[in-house]
């Protein structure tokens, strides 16, 4: 499957997993969301428009929204307190050796714990990338737990519930289901624009 093909038309993707899959549909939903917010090395995978697809199809009766829901907010914040735990672990091991993750992504989650705080970890929820390097890099620097703790979960309440109740409440408007490619890439759009932002801004204050 063509990887561009299936963030385009993730709708379609979705609907044909339900039909194959059935119930186990939460379980492949719950690891893409665990493994995204998880795992250092998939933040290619999608957070924000899977989430908004999905309630969408919950609002057609494709899927329950209340088990979807609780599935995100289960993955959304198991997998960031996995991330910490491997962060602090082996943060700094895996740093070290060289190809094994980017750069510029530990860079741009540094800047934007330099410049927001403990509030990185709720803020970073809406970011594509740094969700991803946000927990990974508080575990590498030894944030306190409980505070990270109360951070994640109140962050990813804000994430998962904000794009459940969007999907499942403007999903089954007739503009919404004729141009939801459109929305989607728009989802992604807007989720990008803080990070170039920032990197616009940092490159032009060096020049």
Not at 107 to 114: G, H, I, L, S, V
Not at 173 to 179: K, S, T, Y
């Given at each position: ?5 299936f ?13 194959e899959f ?8 719950f ?10 090395f998939?933040p ?14 919950a609002?057609q009766?494709?899927?329950?929204v ?6 995100f907010?289960?993955a959304a914040?198991?997998g ?6 491997i962060?602090h672990?082996?943060?700094k091991k895996i ?11 530990l ?8 410049k927001?705080g ?11 990338i740094?969700?991803t390097f ?9 944030m ?11 962050g ?6 904000l ?9 089954e ?7 939801l ?18 990197y ?8």
């Open positions: 499957m063509d990887f561009i093909d963030f385009l038309h993730l709708d379609i993707h979705l609907a044909n997993l339900v039909t059935g119930f186990g549909t939460y379980a492949v939903l690891a893409v969301v665990f493994c995204e917010t998880g795992l250092v998939t290619f995978l999608p957070g924000d428009s899977l989430i908004f697809v999905a309630a969408t199809l609002a009766d494709v899927l329950n209340f088990s979807l829901y609780l599935v907010l289960i914040i198991l960031d307190t996995i991330n910490y735990w962060g672990f082996l943060g740093v070290r050796e060289k190809g094994l993750i980017r750069d510029e992504h860079d741009r989650t540094r800047e934007f714990y330099d927001y403990k509030k990185t970890i709720v803020m970073a929820r809406f970011i594509p740094v969700r946000a927990p990974f890099v508080a575990g590498m620097s030894r306190d737990y409980k505070i990270f703790s109360f951070y994640n979960v109140l990813g309440f804000l994430w998962v519930t794009f459940t109740l969007a999907g499942y409440f403007f999903g408007l007739p503009w919404v289901q004729e141009n490619h459109y929305l989607i890439l728009l989802i992604i759009g807007v989720s990008i624009l803080p990070p170039v932002f920032e616009a801004k940092a490159k032009w204050k060096r020049k």
